[in-house]
């Protein structure tokens, strides 16, 4: 399995940037697929999930009504819009696929078993 994470950089505070992640080597249609973010020295956190059919999405109340997560099943691809940003919203983000086909939109890193290799977002005040 391989998750290919693409689309960061460097933007002004206010600004957007769109984040891809391309699946390969399962069938994506079936797994939930997350966003998490990690910054040197703190542990990873969690940022938003999409469950398999892209119905049920999740996020943390840190980025709530500011990114939007979403998913091409044909595409095996998922994909994090990014609004409104904020210098705390500099990390290396990475996509991540659950551990088991059906489940739910989950926001533990636990749960997910397949990761990308990150993409680095910063933002600047």
């Known amino acids: 399995v391989q998750l290919q994470a693409s689309g960061g950089g460097l933007v002004q505070a206010g600004g957007s940037l769109s984040l891809s992640c391309a699946a390969s080597?399962?069938?994506?249609?079936?797994?939930?697929m997350g966003w998490f973010r990690q910054t040197p020295g703190k542990e990873r956190e969690f940022v938003a999930a999409?469950?398999?059919?892209?119905?049920?999405?999740t996020y943390a109340d840190s980025v709530k009504g500011r990114f939007t997560i979403s998913r091409d099943n044909a595409k095996s691809t998922v994909y994090l819009q990014m609004d409104s940003l904020k210098p705390e919203d500099t990390a290396v983000y990475s996509c991540?696929?659950?551990?088991?086909?059906?489940?739910?939109?989950?926001?533990?890193?636990?749960?997910?078993?397949?990761w990308g290799q990150g993409t680095q977002v910063t933002v600047s005040s």
């Open positions: 999409i469950d398999w059919s892209g119905i049920t999405t």
């Open positions: 080597g399962l069938l994506f249609s079936g797994y939930a």
């Open positions: 991540a696929a659950d551990r088991r086909p059906g489940r739910g939109a989950g926001g533990l890193s636990y749960e997910y078993k397949y």
